[in-house]
């Protein structure tokens, strides 16, 4: 199979990881493009094939990192932003500051970690965040860049960078609870 | 008391050493209260499975299967 097809193969699961970052068609759209001509302009570069999809990220984070840079006045974080993140620690605690209803026992969920239906619910529940708050989340959960260079990029002070990421982390806990974990102990 | 924190205060200490490391007074106020919590270490169980299933998700390990489980405890404070 020639390169081309092989591209071609993964230009959805790429287009994915896209969207998510970039909460943007058009630009998750440009990034893997110019994945597929950066990685057909030097072939040569990439060995095996095993790794043919690890080397395509590779590039794609960097083309999407160039992206969230242009776009930085586009992409900056609403520090104002009013985004029902207090409803949510109203519902979970009491006046008290204990749990209004005590954390559900997710187990020991090694099997349905390595299961697609589980990756599905994970990634939906990561598009439900709010744009400016799942690309925090995702430059630090996928794109894997430090502290500082998020703070950065997006004009953001550490303070509000881990005020993001909570927020995120709550809201992604819910929706696993509620969509995955929750259901799963009913049936 | 100066250690004693409600549930609360100690899930939002548990969110927040996802991403930076906490204070000493901190982590020993967090191990205080976990060790006499009911509610709490379920809590902080739901979180390290959350960052195995993020970890597993941006390692692909659900289209290639196996290195799924290897390791359930890396370091909270892993950056």
């Not at chain 1, 776009?71 to 008290?96: C, I, N, P, T, W």
């Amino acid at each position: 199979m020639n390169l081309e097809s092989q591209l071609a193969q993964h230009q959805a699961y790429l287009l994915r990881f896209a969207r998510l970052q970039l909460r943007n068609d058009a630009w998750a759209e440009d990034a893997v493009s110019e994945t597929m001509l950066a990685a057909l302009s030097k072939p040569q570069s990439f060995d095996s094939r095993s790794q043919l999809k690890t080397w395509l990220v590779g590039i794609l984070k960097h083309k999407v990192i160039d992206i969230l840079r242009q776009r930085q006045r586009e992409v900056s974080v609403d520090q104002d932003e009013g985004d029902g993140s207090e409803e949510l620690d109203a519902l979970m605690f009491k006046a008290d500051g204990h749990f209004a209803a005590q954390p559900a026992d997710w187990g020991n969920p090694e099997q349905e970690l390595s299961s697609r239906q589980f990756f599905t619910v994970l990634e939906a529940c990561a598009e439900k965040l709010p744009p400016a708050m799942g690309r925090v989340f995702l430059m630090r959960e996928w794109l894997e860049l430090p502290s500082e260079d998020i703070c950065k990029e997006l004009q953001l002070t550490p303070t509000n960078l881990y005020v993001q990421l909570h927020r995120a982390r709550l809201r992604l806990r819910e929706c696993l609870e509620l969509n995955w974990f929750g259901n799963r102990a009913a049936t | 008391m100066i250690l004693r924190r409600t549930c609360k205060e100690v899930a939002a200490l548990l969110v927040a050493r996802e991403d930076r490391a906490l204070p000493m007074v901190e982590r020993v106020a967090l191990r205080l209260h976990l060790a006499a919590c009911q509610a709490c270490p379920n809590f902080e169980h739901q979180l390290s499975v959350m960052r195995q299933a993020l970890r597993l998700w941006r390692e692909d390990a659900n289209e290639n299967p196996s290195p799924a489980a290897k390791s359930s405890t890396n370091s909270p404070d892993r950056r």
